[in-house]
């Protein structure tokens, strides 16, 4: 490392938060491209209590890389944890099959630094060699929500490890919960951060790539992200609206073949769930409801997946 990348890395205005578990030879590989940015940006890796030796391989490789060790996989919320280490008012996360091309850091930067009411900008993503458009990339792009004075197109969601947040923003919608582990986790703080007077932007030039794994097990996802889109629900949702994402999400569990494993997990959480219940408020709910007429319109053009 030259005194020189030490000197602009204690000035970046943004750091690089990385989540992993259990996929040492995956996080390196991640690693090893992110370090190679032309921008030296402060990197920090959340060990989400990985039992396979990754935070110590992490350590070994790349000693100058801030490594945060939690005792055990906190999910979504190890995130939290990598956030809390920064002193740097922004932050573009990554899993650890993810990486951001060249470029792309700076570019949300310049857009959080220019437009202070965003909160979170969503990346554009690419997926695998050949590199093609993730498949959520279409609906940010075409999102109908008023998007007057913003950069690209209003959004009230976005990818985990795809995004650059401001660091105020994130805090203090309180990052991710715990309780929902992992699968549409950012459906809440989407809300939370829209309730909060933080806007969501889709920019189309600041690009991840990523690499998912060929031994995914796509049952499980789809599981936890039906589970995820009902709980969340009836944690900010009113009444009306929770109840029909509950008929949704249990004839989408039976249409995928996960309705026996996600709807007893769903209501085993049910009831802590409705401890931290809270409202959004009503400009949240229409922006909530027109994000949902979007999305039911899509789904009758033909079936996306739920995220």
């Avoid at 009113?238 to 997990?265: F, H, K, N, S, Y």
Wanted: aromatic residues 6%; hydrophobic residues 45%; proline residues 7%.
């Amino acid at each position: 490392m030259q005194p020189l990348d030490d000197a602009r890395r204690a000035q970046a205005p943004c750091s690089i938060v990385v989540l992993t578990y259990n996929r040492a030879a995956t996080v390196l590989e991640t690693l090893g491209k992110l370090v190679a940015l032309d921008e030296p940006w402060p990197i920090v890796v959340v060990d989400n209590g990985s039992t396979d030796g990754t935070a110590d391989q992490i350590a070994a490789r790349f000693p100058d890389i801030t490594l945060v060790r939690v005792p055990r996989n906190y999910g979504a919320a190890g995130r939290n944890f990598g956030v809390a280490s920064v002193d740097t008012p922004y932050v573009a996360f990554c899993d650890d099959d993810t990486a951001w091309l060249p470029g792309s850091v700076a570019r949300a930067v310049d857009v959080l630094q220019r437009y202070p009411s965003v909160g979170v900008v969503a990346a554009h993503v690419v997926v695998g060699p050949t590199r093609r458009d993730d498949t959520a990339c279409e609906p940010m792009a075409t999102s109908t929500l008023p998007s007057d004075g913003l950069p690209g197109p209003a959004l009230l969601g976005f990818m985990a490890g795809a995004c650059v947040v401001r660091t105020r923003a994130f805090t203090e919608a309180g990052g991710y919960r715990r309780d929902l582990f992992i699968g549409g986790e950012e459906s809440v703080l989407a809300l939370d951060l829209a309730d909060a007077g933080w806007r969501i932007v889709y920019c189309r030039e600041v690009v991840t790539h990523h690499n998912p794994s060929p031994v995914r097990d796509v049952t499980q996802r789809r599981a936890l992200l039906t589970r995820n889109e009902l709980l969340s629900a009836w944690l900010r949702l009113p009444l009306d609206l929770a109840w029909r994402v509950t008929g949704r999400a249990i004839r989408a569990m039976a249409e995928q073949g996960v309705l026996a494993e996600a709807l007893p997990a769903a209501l085993v959480r049910l009831p802590r769930t409705l401890l931290h219940r809270h409202t959004v408020q009503p400009a949240t709910v229409a922006l909530w409801r027109q994000m949902d007429a979007d999305r039911q319109r899509r789904r009758a053009i033909p079936t996306l997946s739920i995220g």
